[in-house]
């Protein structure tokens, strides 16, 4: 109920393609479903982020497109840079929850120059 | 505005020895505190959370602990370190109050058992 499924656990695309990362949940109380954006060394930063309510959420270039009868989501990284290569988590929160997010395994992007 | 600090950024350990990280969080008051460890190519487990001064949640069983002595300060501590504790250990903050939506993180703390 807990688990939120990733994938896939690595893609590598080339420049300028578009990047699609999927994710899949079970609990239908989350309601709050990020993305977040890990570089190597580093601490993974919020990059976008939707609630069910909505089914796509556009920032520049990353669009999240959120199914909620089928019960996933994913994120789209459109004209993709080298600059882009990183690993990406998912997650999904519940309200009233202060234990925060259920993260999925990751997925580790490269863009190839 | 909020910052989060960790520390040390690198650790090198014998299995045994003891172990402890710390974080802190300016800008902020009461904040929610999370130690989450993240083993090599693997995802991110989450070890505490604290919601308060004393207040500690632990989800799994292990060789660590976590304190917060301070309103704004998480320490993870181990008495004996184990060679399965190596990871990048990674504190994180949110508002407080299950409302709270946002994690930030820090930069992490990479630790090697030898």
């Known amino acids: 109920q807990q688990q939120v499924k990733q994938s896939p656990q690595s893609l590598i695309v080339q420049k300028g393609g578009i990047s699609i990362i999927n994710c899949a949940y079970e609990n239908t109380a989350f309601d709050y479903f990020p993305w977040y954006q890990q570089f190597p060394g580093k601490g993974p930063a919020l990059l976008i982020a939707i609630r069910p309510d909505v089914s796509e959420k556009k920032e520049g270039r990353f669009t999240i497109s959120f199914n909620k009868s089928a019960k996933q989501f994913s994120l789209h990284i459109m004209d993709s840079q080298p600059g882009d290569s990183a690993t990406y988590f998912c997650?999904?929160?519940?309200?009233?929850?202060?234990?925060?997010?259920?993260f999925g395994s990751g997925t580790q992007l490269t863009v190839l120059p | 505005s909020q910052t989060i600090h960790q520390w040390p950024a690198t650790l090198v350990q014998p299995v045994g020895s003891p172990l402890s990280l710390e974080c802190t969080v300016e800008g902020t008051s009461n904040p929610n505190l999370y130690w989450y460890r993240q083993a090599a190519g693997r995802g991110l487990q989450l070890l505490f959370y604290?919601?308060?001064?004393?207040?500690i949640s632990s989800e799994v069983p292990q060789n660590l602990s976590a304190s917060r002595p301070q309103d704004r300060q998480f320490i993870l501590s181990s008495k004996k370190l184990l060679l399965s504790d190596s990871g990048f250990y990674l504190c994180a903050w949110s508002d407080s109050g299950t409302g709270a939506n946002v994690l930030t993180f820090g930069a992490g703390s990479r630790l090697t058992v030898l």
């Open positions: 604290s919601v308060g001064i004393g207040q």
């Open positions: 997650a999904a929160k519940r309200p009233g929850s202060a234990r925060q997010l259920t």
